[in-house]
């Protein structure tokens, strides 16, 4: 169906109303009654001021406490575990950390995962609009790159907003929330608009025509059967040489230790490997791809950067946490933020300065001494995005992609802490640790670290499956040689 000046499409209160109640029957969930839901929020509240190592720095204690207040004020029917998400979705964000989620429970997730239709689209979020990617089932209904104009009668620019409200972030950093959105897009648009038997797409071809589409939808064990992904899935830590620039593109797509052994992958040995092979092919440049990398320990960052280093470091000069229990089990004093107003006297628990986590690290005799670049976006972040910090700030590397997933001020981290919610059972997690990065970004203290060079995926690239901040990259090299 074709339609040539389309109006834009409107949200009508009744059918965003509608589309959310039909998300219901797959949801699953018991609802609670006002009393007990506020009970929950108190719980809330009482784990980010008590166990949250900085909760107070894009917010105040008694700011905050309104926000939880206003929550409860609106629990005045009985609510299931969806419902209390998108209450304290808001709340939760004004925190100003990724790390603060909130999940349903093991089973309502499951179902929802396994069990609800959804639409089956990968897409991707370039310059603040939706493209096509692909399709789940590989058709070709829609091209990819295509721009979605509408979906079910939703203007797109109000599809994200209205999934951007439900997505936390470090500070103001938008970029990791456009990210996230394309990771998670047919579960948070499940989530936040309902669920259907098919889905209308209104989409933007090369010919500046629009265009509808229907696609039926697909659960996620009807994906899971079907879906072949386009790109063939490789090792997350690998080497690749480009022989006529002489150049190695290291690609570490995560940083976490656990993922790297499950794949039977030692770190520091892969180091070595690299190392070797620059030296045995006569690479004069390296390439160290972390976009979409994360992990909890910082020592990664360090292992990671001691392939290039050739200057002592280290990747963070500070570490504080809150007090934990006491031996009889209570909660020790309530320990705000220095970067808040509000500071009771003992202040935040400091890592003694000796820690070894804190220590200066001499360079690898070893290591890479040619030139370096480092490619990152909005989901590289903890241990990645201190490693991205310490290349730029090092003037080690020439930075090129987007703005890190973590606050490059003061991030926090390490291994989450859990709290289920007594009567919706819905999981909070929280950052056990805060650490401030070493040296100093040049850019805003509410983002993320900035690129020395901006590069993202362009539609074209969609269209012709061709990764166009890695072609951007390589242009770079050859351009500079």
Known sequence: MHMRGMKRWMVVPGLLAWTMGMAQQYWGGERRYPEELREDVEVVRRALHLQHPDPYRYIGRAQLDALLDSVSATLQVPMDERDLMLALAPALKRVGDAHVTLAPSARVRDNWSRQAPMLPLKVRVIHGRLHVEEEYMGFRTIPPGNEVVALDGIAAADVLQALSTVIPTDGHDEVYVERCIEQDFRYLYAFRFGTRAEHTVDHRGEDGVVRRSVLRALTGEEVEQAYRPVNVRLLPWRLEPIADIRTAWVTCSTLDREVLAAERIDPSRMVDQFLH?????????????????????????????????????????????????????????????????????????????????????????????????????????????????????????????????????????????????????????????????????????????????????????????????????????????
């Open 277 to 481: 092979e620059l030296r045995a092919k006569e690479l004069t440049t390296l390439v160290i791809d972390v976009r979409g990398a994360g992990g909890a320990d910082m020592g990664m960052a360090e292992l990671l950067f001691s392939l290039v280093a050739t200057e002592p470091f280290r990747v963070v000069e500070a570490i504080t946490m809150r007090q934990p229990a006491t031996a009889d089990g209570r909660q020790g004093p309530d320990y705000a933020s220095t970067e808040g107003g509000a500071l009771p006297e003992a202040g935040p628990i400091a890592v003694p300065a000796d820690d070894p986590r804190l220590e200066i690290t001499l360079p690898y005799h070893k290591a890479f001494t040619g030139k370096v670049y480092v490619v990152c976006d909005g989901t590289t972040r903890d241990a990645a995005a201190a490693f991205v910090m310490l290349a730029k700030r090092s003037g080690r590397a020439r930075v090129v992609g987007e703005e890190v997933g973590s606050n490059s001020t003061s991030l926090c981290g390490g291994r989450p802490v859990n709290v289920v919610l007594p009567r919706s059972g819905l999981v909070l997690s929280l950052p056990s640790l805060r650490f401030v990065p070493a040296g100093r970004g040049e850019g805003p203290a509410d983002h993320g670290e900035l690129p020395h060079h901006e590069a993202v995926q362009q539609p074209w690239g969609l269209q012709r499956g061709r990764d166009t901040v890695r072609s951007a990259v390589i242009e770079l090299i050859r351009a500079l040689q």
